[in-house]
C-alpha cells in the first residue's frame, strides 16, 4: 500500500564553506518517506545522515533543492512560519539532553502544548501515558529518571501534539541494550498501533533493523535504499 | 512558561541572589535618601508648627536680599515702636517682642564649651509668656529676670547639667554668667534635633544679644471674635518703620518648612547622584549576569525553539524573569533602605550635621520611585542579552559547541564604543570649558564610561597579560589565559569596578588640588607671623569687641579685619561682598592685577575694588560705576579703583570697607580678624593671644598660619570621607558582580576543573587560580578607573585654573586604590575559590 509522501526531498545538496575548503555534506538527495512509515538513516561518520535530517526537519538551510514536509515546501519559509511548523507538525528526540530539569516529566511531556497555548486531547493523552508506560513516573524530575525513562518520556513529548513526522536523532545512542530496546520498541508501537511516522537517524544496525526500511547514504548520496526483513514472530 | 522562570530560579539561586543584591543596593540608597530627607523635613515641619501653636501672626523682619548673614539670621530688626503700635490695635489680646539668635555659645562653668564646634548650632530664644511659648519645665521654672537661664531636657542630659548649676553665655554683648533654673522639654519633646537652646528673660537676651530697641519677631495672639487670618490682614493696613513680614502663625510655619525644604533639596540631589552612581553599577552587573546566563541555557533555549517556541516567547522568558528579579531586588531595597537612612544620618552628624529626624516617614512616593527603578534598570540591563537569546539556533540542541551568533550589531561594537567615548568626552569638555553647565558634564561622563566599557574587550588581553605576569608558574598562566578566554565577559565585570574607582580616583585628585590650592594661596598671602582669628563654630562670625581686645595685646602689630556681606547689582541677583579694615595690607599680602594694595587703606566709603573673574565675566573695569542695593534696602554708587588677582578665598567678587559695611549694609560682626606679630615672637603673643581669648571671647580661637591651613585640609579631608563612604556602596556592588562573574565561570567550566584535578592540580593550586583570575580581573578595573580618574581630574582641574585651582596629585593615595583593588579581587575569589577546590573530580568529569 502506497501511502501519501509525508517528507519528500529533491535534489538536497548541503555544502559548507568557499572555494578550495568548502565540504559538500549532502551531493543532491532525493527521497520521499510515506506516512506511517518507520525509516532508518544510516552511514558511517561524515556521511551527511545527520545533515539530512537537520534539512528535512527544518533545522538546517539546504543550499539548494527542495524539502516538503505533509504539503508545505520548507525553502523560503520564513522564521516565524518554520518556528509554527515544528510547533505543529514535528516532532523531535535527541540523544541527549531532551528534557529540561527543571520540569517534570508531565511537565516536559505537555511542553510542545504549553509553547502553542493548546491543551492536551485527553484521550490521547492517556493513551500515550500507557503506551510509553510512564504513569507512575510522572511527577518526577529528569534526574530522578534513568537514561532510558528519560528518553521515553522525550518519546511521549514528541507525540504529544500528533505530529505529521518524528525525527528521531540517535535515540539510543546513549543507552545501554535494555533500554534501547524499550526504547525502540516505543517507537515502533507509536508506528503501527498510534498511526505516526518516525524518521530516526542510527549508527546502530540492530536498532535500524526494527524500522521498515533503511536509507544508507555515504559521502553524502543515498547508496542504498531497502525493506527490512519483516521480523520473525 | 511562567513555571519554567519560576523554576529556573530555583535551580540558580545563588546566582538569582547575586543579582537580586546588585539591584537591592542601588535601591536602598535611593530609598534610604528620600526616606531621611522626608523624614528631616517632617521632623522639622512638626518643630515649626509646635512653636507656631500659640501664635495667630508672627510679625518678621525683611531684608532686602535674603540670607545676608552668615548666621541666617536677618540683618534687619524690627524697632521697639512697632510693637507698641501693634498692642494699641483692636482684636490684639497679646504681643511680645523675641530676641532669637544663633549668635551665641554656651560654655561651662569650668570653659569648657557646649555645643557649637561645627555641629549643629546653637540658638538663644527669649522666653514668651503663654499662650506663645511651647516650652514646659518637668525640672524648675522658666527664667525671669537677670541673670536666669533654662535649657531643653537633651541638653542638660548630655552635658551632666544640674539646676542650680552656673553657666556662661556669650552672645553680640559681653560674656555673661546665668543660673540654671529650668530644664524643660519643647512641645513634650526633649530636643529640636541637635540644636542647644537657651532660654532666657526677654531683657537678659536684650542684653546677651545687644539688642535692646530692636526685636527679632513680634508675636501676636488675637482675642475669641477675630481670627488668625483676620487679625494678619488688619495689622497689614499699618506702616512699619522698616519692612516687615505679616503672616499668620500657622503661614510663618510653612514658610519655615519651605525654606528648610529647599535647602535640604541640595541634599537630597547629591545623595540621588550617588544612588545613580550604585544603580549604574548595578545594570553593568545584571547586564553581566544575564548575558552569561543566556549563554548556559543555550540548549534549554534551543530546545524550546525546536519544539516551536518563537523567538518572542524565548525573549519573553528572559524578560519576565528580568521583570522578576527587578520587582523584587526593588522591594529588597526599599526595605533596606530603611535601614540605610539612619545610617545616613549618623553618617552626616559624624562630619558635624546634626539634623533631627524623629520617626520614620514612608512616602508612597518613595516605594514607586523605588520599585520603578530598579525594575526599569534592571529590565533595560537585560534587554540585550535577552534580544541575544532569541538568536539561538534550534540546531544548538544537538550539537555541543554551538555558538550563538551574533547578531547585525556585533561588529559596532567597538567601532561604537570608540565614537562614544569621543562624544562624551565633546560633552564634558562642552561642559568644562563651555560653560554649558553641570549636566552636561554628567553625561559626557556617562557616555565615556558606558564607551569605554564598550572598548575594554579589546583592552583586556594586553593588560590582562601585563598585569598578569606576576604570577608564577602554570597557574598563573592558566590564570590570566583564563581570563582573556572570554575578554567581553571580563571587561564587563571590570567595567563595573571602574565607575566606582574612577571616581574615587577624581574625588581623591581633586580634594588634593584644593588643599594644595588653599596651602599655596594662604602661604602666599598671610605675612609671617601673622595670627587668624576666627570663630571656633565655624562659619559663624566674631563681635568686633575681639579686634579691639587684640588690638591691647602685646606684640601684636598690626589688627585687621574681614566681614561678609551680599548685595544685588543693577538690582539683580546676589552677589557676594566682602568688608576689610585699612589696616588689610599689614598682615595680608594681595596678588593684583590692577592696583596695589594702597587702594584698600582707601577705600573709603565711595570705592570698592573688585576680583579678576567677576571683572572679566561681567566686563567691568577700573573707573566704572557700581550700583549696589544692600541687604538693609540701601543704594550706593561706588567706583571700581582696582581688580585684586587672588586665590586666597577672602576677597568676594566686590570688596569694600568695613565702615561702609557697618553703615550701608548693617554688617556689624567680623568674619575673620588677623593679628600681626613679629615672626620672632610668634610664640610668645600667640600665647597672650589665647590667654585673652579664653578669659574674654571664649567662642574665638587663634591659630598660626600652618594650624589654619590644617585646619582647612582636616575640612576638606571630611568631606572627601565622606564622598569615600557614600561611593563605597557602588564599589561594593561591583565586588558582587566579580563574585558572580567567577561563580557562573566555574560552574560553566566544571569539566574542565574535574581535568585539571584529574591530572594531579592540588585543591591549592584551583583555588589559587581562582583567585588569580578574580585578581586580574579586578586590577584591569582599578588600573583603567585611576586612568580616567586621572584624566576626568586633570580635566576639572584645567577647566578651573582661572579659579585659582592648583593640580596636585596623591599618587600614594592612588597606589593605595591600586592595592586595595586586587585585595577586593583576592576577597571576591575567597567563597568562589573554595567552591571550585571542592569540585568532585569524578562528577565533574561526568558532567554534562
Redesign the interface.
Given at each position: 500500500m502506497t501511502n501519501a509522501a509525508i517528507v519528500s526531498a529533491t535534489d538536497l545538496v548541503r555544502r559548507y564553506g568557499e572555494g578550495e575548503a568548502a565540504v559538500t555534506a549532502l551531493d543532491g538527495v532525493t527521497v520521499s518517506f510515506a506516512q506511517g512509515e518507520y525509516a532508518a538513516i544510516m552511514g558511517p561518520s561524515g556521511s551527511g545522515k545527520?545533515t539530512l535530517m537537520?534539512c528535512l526537519a527544518g533545522?538546517?538551510r539546504p543550499t539548494s533543492g527542495s524539502v516538503v514536509v505533509d504539503d508545505v515546501e520548507l525553502a523560503g519559509l520564513d522564521?516565524?512560519r518554520l518556528?509554527?511548523?515544528?510547533?505543529?507538525k514535528i516532532g523531535?528526540i535527541?540523544?541527549?539532553?531532551?528534557l529540561?530539569?527543571?520540569?517534570t516529566a508531565e511537565?516536559n511531556i505537555l511542553?510542545?502544548l504549553?509553547?502553542?497555548g493548546r491543551k492536551p486531547d485527553r484521550d490521547w493523552y492517556d493513551q500515550l501515558i500507557e503506551t510509553v508506560g510512564l504513569r507512575d513516573r510522572l511527577t518526577h524530575r529528569p534526574s530522578e529518571l534513568s537514561g532510558g525513562q528519560q528518553q521515553r518520556v522525550a518519546v511521549a513529548?514528541a507525540l504529544v501534539s500528533r505530529p505529521a513526522v518524528v525525527f528521531a536523532?540517535e535515540p539510543t545512542g546513549n543507552l545501554d541494550s535494555k533500554s534501547s530496546a524499550d526504547v525502540l520498541e516505543l517507537l515502533r508501537t507509536s508506528v503501527d498501533q498510534l498511526g505516526q511516522t518516525v524518521i530516526m537517524v542510527t549508527h546502530d544496525q540492530d536498532a535500524a533493523d526494527v524500522a521498515d526500511r533503511i536509507v544508507t547514504l555515504t559521502d553524502g548520496r543515498i547508496v542504498e535504499d531497502r525493506r527490512t526483513q519483516p521480523a520473525v514472530v | 512558561m511562567l513555571k519554567l522562570s519560576l523554576r529556573s530560579f530555583g535551580a540558580r539561586k545563588l546566582r538569582v541572589a547575586l543579582t537580586l543584591i546588585a539591584v537591592a543596593l542601588g535601591v536602598a540608597l535611593i530609598s534610604g535618601t528620600y526616606i531621611l530627607t522626608d523624614t528631616i523635613n517632617k521632623s522639622f515641619d512638626n518643630i515649626f508648627t509646635t512653636a507656631s501653636k500659640g501664635v495667630d501672626v508672627s510679625i518678621t523682619p525683611r531684608d532686602a536680599i535674603d540670607d545676608a548673614t552668615q548666621d541666617g539670621t536677618a540683618v534687619s530688626t524690627i524697632p521697639a515702636s512697632f510693637l507698641r503700635e501693634v498692642e494699641r490695635q483692636p482684636g490684639v489680646a497679646k504681643a511680645v517682642g523675641t530676641i532669637d539668635t544663633s549668635n551665641v555659645a554656651l560654655f561651662k562653668e569650668n570653659g569648657d564649651r557646649i555645643g557649637g564646634g561645627g555641629g549643629a548650632p546653637t540658638q538663644l530664644s527669649s522666653d514668651t509668656p503663654a499662650p506663645f511659648s511651647a516650652v514646659t519645665y518637668e525640672e524648675g521654672r522658666a527664667p525671669t529676670g537677670m541673670g536666669e537661664m533654662a535649657v531643653l531636657e537633651q541638653t542638660a542630659e548630655s552635658e551632666d547639667l544640674k539646676i542650680g548649676d552656673t553657666l556662661k553665655v556669650v552672645g553680640a554683648g559681653p560674656q555673661t554668667e546665668l543660673k540654671l533654673v529650668g530644664i524643660g522639654k519643647f512641645g513634650g519633646v526633649s530636643s529640636i534635633g541637635g540644636f542647644t537652646l537657651i532660654i532666657t528673660s526677654l531683657e537678659q537676651a536684650q542684653e546677651l544679644a545687644d539688642q535692646h530697641d530692636s526685636f527679632s519677631s513680634i508675636l501676636v495672639a488675637g482675642d475669641e471674635n477675630v481670627t488668625p487670618a483676620e487679625l494678619r490682614d488688619e495689622l497689614r493696613r499699618l506702616q512699619p518703620p522698616t519692612p516687615v513680614n505679616v503672616r499668620t502663625g500657622q503661614q510663618q510655619a510653612d514658610q519655615n518648612t519651605a525654606d528648610i525644604r529647599e535647602a535640604l533639596g541640595f541634599l537630597t540631589t547629591a545623595l540621588l547622584v550617588f544612588a545613580g552612581i550604585a544603580l549604574f553599577v548595578g545594570a553593568f552587573i545584571i547586564f553581566n549576569t544575564f548575558s552569561i546566563t543566556v549563554a548556559q541555557r543555550m540548549r534549554e533555549f534551543a530546545l524550546l525553539r525546536t519544539l516551536g517556541a518563537s523567538r518572542r516567547q524565548v525573549m519573553g522568558q528572559v524578560i519576565f524573569e528580568g521583570l522578576l528579579i527587578g520587582l523584587i531586588g526593588s522591594v529588597l531595597g526599599l526595605l533596606l533602605g530603611l535601614v540605610l537612612a539612619p545610617g545616613l544620618r549618623g553618617l552626616f552628624k559624624a562630619i558635624g550635621a546634626d539634623l533631627p529626624s524623629e520617626g520614620t516617614v514612608v512616602e508612597p512616593r518613595t516605594i514607586i520611585v523605588s520599585l520603578v527603578v530598579g525594575t526599569l534598570v534592571t529590565l533595560l540591563s537585560g534587554l540585550a542579552p535577552a534580544i541575544r537569546a532569541t538568536r539561538v539556533p534550534p540546531v544548538a540542541a544537538l550539537r555541543e559547541g554551538a555558538v550563538i551568533p551574533h547578531g547585525r550589531g556585533a561588529r559596532f561594537i567597538t567601532p561604537g564604543g570608540a565614537i562614544l567615548a569621543v562624544l562624551g568626552v565633546a560633552a564634558l569638555a562642552a561642559g568644562l570649558f563651555g560653560g554649558a553647565g553641570i549636566e552636561l558634564v554628567g553625561l559626557g561622563a556617562g557616555l565615556v564610561f558606558i564607551g569605554i566599557a564598550l572598548l575594554s574587550p579589546k583592552l583586556v588581553p594586553p593588560l590582562a597579560g601585563s598585569i598578569g605576569r606576576m604570577f608564577p608558574g602554570v597557574v598563573g598562566q592558566l590564570a590570566r589565559e583564563n581570563s582573556v578566554r572570554q575578554p567581553g565577559r571580563t571587561a564587563v565585570t571590570a567595567s563595573a569596578l571602574v565607575v566606582g574607582v574612577t571616581l574615587v580616583a577624581f574625588v581623591s585628585i581633586f580634594a588634593q588640588g584644593l588643599k594644595a590650592t588653599i596651602a599655596e594661596a594662604v602661604d602666599t598671602a598671610a605675612r609671617p607671623g601673622s595670627l587668624i582669628v576666627q570663630n571656633s563654630a565655624l562659619g559663624f562670625p566674631l563681635p568686633s569687641a575681639v579686634a579691639t581686645g587684640l588690638e591691647q595685646v602685646d606684640g601684636v602689630t598690626s589688627v585687621s579685619s574681614v566681614r561678609f556681606s551680599v548685595s544685588r547689582v543693577d538690582g539683580v541677583g546676589r552677589t557676594a561682598v566682602t568688608s576689610v579694615s585699612p589696616t588689610l595690607p599689614d598682615v595680608f599680602d594681595t596678588q593684583w592685577d590692577q592696583g596695589d594694595n594702597a587702594l584698600l587703606r582707601d577705600l573709603g566709603r565711595d570705592t570698592a575694588v573688585i576680583t579678576k573673574s567677576w571683572s572679566d565675566s561681567h566686563d567691568v573695569k577700573v573707573g566704572d560705576e557700581l550700583a549696589l542695593t544692600t541687604p538693609t534696602g540701601e543704594h550706593l554708587r561706588l567706583r571700581v579703583t582696582g581688580i585684586t588677582d587672588d586665590n586666597s578665598g577672602v576677597f568676594a567678587p566686590i570688596t569694600v570697607s568695613n565702615e561702609l559695611a557697618e553703615q550701608a549694609f548693617g554688617e556689624r560682626q567680623d568674619a575673620i580678624v588677623f593679628a600681626g606679630t613679629n615672626p620672632a615672637d610668634e610664640a610668645a603673643v600667640k600665647a597672650r593671644v589665647d590667654q585673652l581669648l579664653e578669659q574674654q571671647f571664649p567662642i574665638a580661637e587663634a591659630l598660626t598660619v600652618q594650624e589654619f591651613k590644617d585646619q582647612q585640609s582636616g575640612q576638606v579631608n571630611q568631606i572627601l570621607a565622606l564622598f569615600y563612604v557614600l561611593l563605597s556602596l557602588s564599589v561594593i556592588v561591583s565586588l558582587f558582580g566579580i563574585v558572580n562573574t567567577l561563580v557562573l565561570s566555574i560552574y560553566e567550566r566544571t569539566r574542565e576543573l574535574g581535568m585539571l584535578r584529574a591530572i594531579g592540580t592540588s585543591r591549592r593550586q584551583v583555588r589559587r587560580m581562582i583567585r588569580y583570575e578574580a585578581v586580574i580581573t579586578a586590577l584591569i578595573g582599578a588600573t583603567i578607573g585611576i586612568v580616567m580618574g586621572l584624566v576626568f581630574g586633570i580635566a576639572v582641574t584645567i577647566a578651573l585654573e582661572d579659579e585659582g585651582l592648583v593640580l596636585s596629585i596623591p599618587v600614594a593615595q592612588l597606589i593605595v586604590l591600586l592595592i586595595l583593588g586586587g585585595l577586593a579581587g583576592v576577597l571576591a575569589a575567597v567563597a568562589p575559590a573554595r567552591r571550585a577546590s571542592r569540585l568532585n573530580v569524578l562528577e565533574s568529569l561526568a558532567y554534562e
Open positions: 545527520s537537520h533545522l538546517d522564521d516565524k518556528t509554527a511548523l515544528r510547533r505543529d523531535f535527541f540523544q541527549a539532553f531532551n529540561l530539569p527543571v520540569l511537565e511542553l510542545p504549553s509553547i502553542a513529548r536523532d | -
